[in-house]
């Protein structure tokens, strides 16, 4: 069966940087693209990027531009998130989503259980 | 960028249809999808492309869409479907940016 499991949350303070993983299984990971979408506490769902199954196209939310970078380890079966200049604002549930891309549109039909990030003083 | 607007809330009795709406400009002419989130769990797909099911999700979820407005319609609704429900689109126009609405309650009353 399809899992998703991240790791790497944790409190960090504003400014700080944080390196979260997605670890894959259950399907072919090179066949899909992968996004991070991020739930602030008591929040609705923000996306935050997504990345092709090759991970030569990436796609960012503006909030987390020139900030985040989403990078995917396909011999590993891995899904990483690197957050740098983090704000208060960054804190949040990230979910690791497979992304199923169809004609004009992508579909995320698994997700993670999420980890929490913590950017706090 | 592109805007989906979702009711904050809805409240329906056991048993009864409740009826969520998730508008945006042509909204139509996109491919809608719907997740549930039930508190403490991740969101779980249960309506894509505007009106198709994933396996193992019941018959009592279905969706319509057209012009300014899609709906996640739930049937014969059981107080296990209290949760949060979003919709969800890709902006192709925008910078390939994926939008989520802003999630709407459902209550069972």
């Avoid at chain 1, 604002?89 to 997700?111: K, Q, S």
């Avoid at chain 2, 193992?56 to 709906?71: C, K, L, Q, V």
């Avoid at chain 2, 969800?88 to 925008?94: G, N, T």
Wanted: hydrophobic fraction near 35%; include cysteine; aromatic fraction near 10%.
């Amino acid at each position: 069966q399809v899992q998703l499991v991240e790791s790497g949350g944790g409190l960090v303070k504003p400014g700080g940087s944080l390196r979260l993983s997605c670890a894959a299984s259950g399907f072919t990971f090179s066949d899909y693209y992968m996004s991070w979408i991020r739930q602030a506490p008591g929040k609705g769902l923000e996306w935050v990027s997504y990345i092709s199954s090759s991970g030569s196209t990436i796609y960012y939310a503006d909030s987390v531009k020139g900030r985040f970078t989403i990078s995917r380890d396909n011999a590993k079966n891995s899904l990483y998130l690197q957050m740098n200049s983090l704000r208060a604002e960054d804190t949040a549930v990230y979910y690791c989503a497979r992304g199923r891309v169809e004609m004009a549109t992508i579909v995320f039909d698994y997700w993670g259980q999420g980890t929490l990030v913590t950017v706090s003083s | 960028s592109y805007v989906l607007t979702q009711p904050p809330s809805v409240s329906v009795a056991p048993g009864q249809t409740a009826r969520i709406t998730c508008g945006g400009n042509n909204i139509g002419s996109k491919s809608v999808h719907w997740y549930q989130q039930k508190p403490g769990q991740a969101p779980v797909l249960v309506v894509y492309d505007d009106s198709d099911r994933p396996s193992g999700i019941p018959e009592r979820f279905s969706g319509s869409n057209s012009g300014n407005t899609a709906t996640l319609t739930i049937s014969r609704v059981e107080a296990g479907d209290e949760a949060d429900y979003y919709c969800q689109v890709w902006d192709s126009s925008s910078d390939h940016l994926v939008v989520f609405g802003g999630g709407t309650k459902l209550t069972v009353l």
